[in-house]
C-alpha cells in the first residue's frame, strides 16, 4: 500500500512540476514573443530605444560646475525623435494605429491603438497578432483626436515591466520627480501632458467619467482626482484643459482596483507639429 501512495505521489509531482515548467515556458515566450513585437514597432516608426536616453537627475542646491560644452537637452532628443515619426508605416500594418505614448525615463513607449471594443486589443498587439501582454489602447468610447474632457488609456500590469507596469512606480513622488510628463505624437502633432494625480482606486470611481453635463460636472471630477491623489504633485487642472487617463491593473486578487496616473494637456501643448499630414461613466473591465 505504501508503494502504491509513493507512486501515486511521485506521479502527482511530476504532473505538477511538468505543468509550473510548461507555465514558465510559456510566459518567458509570451514576453518574449511581445518584446520583438514592439521592437518592430519601434524600427516601422523610425523611433530609437528611449530607454537608453538618460535623463538628467532632479536639480541640486549645489550649482554644478561650469562645462566647456553643454550636452543636448534630453527632452529635445524625445522631441525631435516625436516629430520624425513613422505613423504611415505602423498604420500600413493597422489602420487601427492612434498614435504613440512615451513617458521619458520609464519604460512606457507604445503605439496606442483605437478599436471598436474594449475588448480586442485585451489580447492582440499593435500587428493584430495575439499576445498576452495585449497593446496600449484609448477608450473606444472615447474620440480618437483627443478632444475629450477625459481620454482613457489602457494597458496591462505586465510582471516583466513592460506595458503600463511603469505607472505603479508612481506612487515614490521621487519618480515623478524624473518622469513628469507623458508625450502622445500622431505623426501630425505632438501632445504634452502633465501629471497631476496617482492613485489606486475601484472600477466604480468617478475616474472612468467621460460624460460630463457641463462646467460644474467637470470641477467635480478634477476635485474627485486630485483628492484621490496620493500626493500633491504641484499640478492642478481646471475645467479648460484636456484630461489624460491612463489606467492598469494592480494585480490584487479580486481585480476590483486600477492603479491610474492622470495628467493635463500642458498650455504649451502641442509644442511641435510633425511632418506627415493626418486627419485628425460607466466602469471598466479593462487592465
Not at 460636472?217 to 491623489?229: N, V
Not at 479580486?254 to 495628467?263: E, F, G, K, M
Request: charged share 20%; with cysteine; aromatic share 12%.
Amino acid at each position: 500500500m505504501n508503494k502504491r501512495l509513493r507512486a501515486a505521489l511521485f506521479a502527482l509531482f511530476g504532473v505538477v512540476f511538468l505543468y509550473s515548467a510548461g507555465q514558465l515556458i510559456y510566459s518567458f515566450w509570451g514576453y518574449r514573443q511581445g518584446s520583438n513585437t514592439y521592437e518592430q514597432a519601434e524600427n516601422l516608426a523610425n523611433l530609437p530605444d528611449f530607454t537608453q536616453i538618460a535623463l538628467p537627475e532632479p536639480s541640486q542646491p549645489e550649482e554644478p560646475a561650469p562645462r566647456a560644452e553643454e550636452p543636448q537637452d534630453p527632452q529635445a532628443v524625445y522631441l525631435e525623435a516625436l516629430n520624425a515619426i513613422n505613423m504611415e508605416a505602423l498604420r500600413e500594418k493597422n489602420a487601427e494605429t492612434l498614435g504613440w505614448i512615451l513617458i521619458p525615463g520609464s519604460t512606457i513607449s507604445y503605439p496606442v491603438m483605437h478599436g471598436q471594443d474594449n475588448d480586442y486589443y485585451l489580447k492582440r498587439a499593435w500587428n493584430k497578432t495575439y499576445s498576452f501582454v495585449g497593446s496600449i489602447f484609448l477608450d473606444y468610447r472615447n474620440s480618437g483626436d483627443w478632444s475629450d474632457f477625459n481620454s482613457i488609456v489602457y494597458g496591462h500590469n505586465m510582471r516583466d515591466g513592460s506595458m503600463f507596469s511603469s505607472l505603479k512606480s508612481y506612487e515614490d513622488p521621487a519618480f515623478l520627480q524624473r518622469c513628469p510628463l507623458i508625450y502622445i505624437a500622431d505623426g501630425q502633432t505632438i501632445r504634452r501632458y502633465q501629471i497631476f494625480a496617482v492613485y489606486e482606486v475601484s472600477v466604480e470611481g468617478l475616474t472612468y467619467s467621460r460624460d460630463f453635463g457641463g462646467q460644474g460636472e467637470k470641477q467635480a471630477f478634477l476635485e474627485y482626482c486630485l483628492a484621490q491623489s496620493a500626493y500633491d504633485t504641484g499640478v492642478v487642472p481646471t475645467v479648460e484643459d484636456r484630461i489624460l487617463t491612463l489606467s492598469t491593473c494592480t494585480g490584487r486578487s479580486n481585480n476590483s482596483t486600477r492603479w491610474v496616473v492622470q495628467a493635463a494637456l500642458a498650455p504649451d501643448s502641442p509644442p511641435e507639429e510633425a511632418g506627415s499630414d493626418q486627419p485628425e461613466g460607466e466602469a471598466p473591465d479593462q487592465p
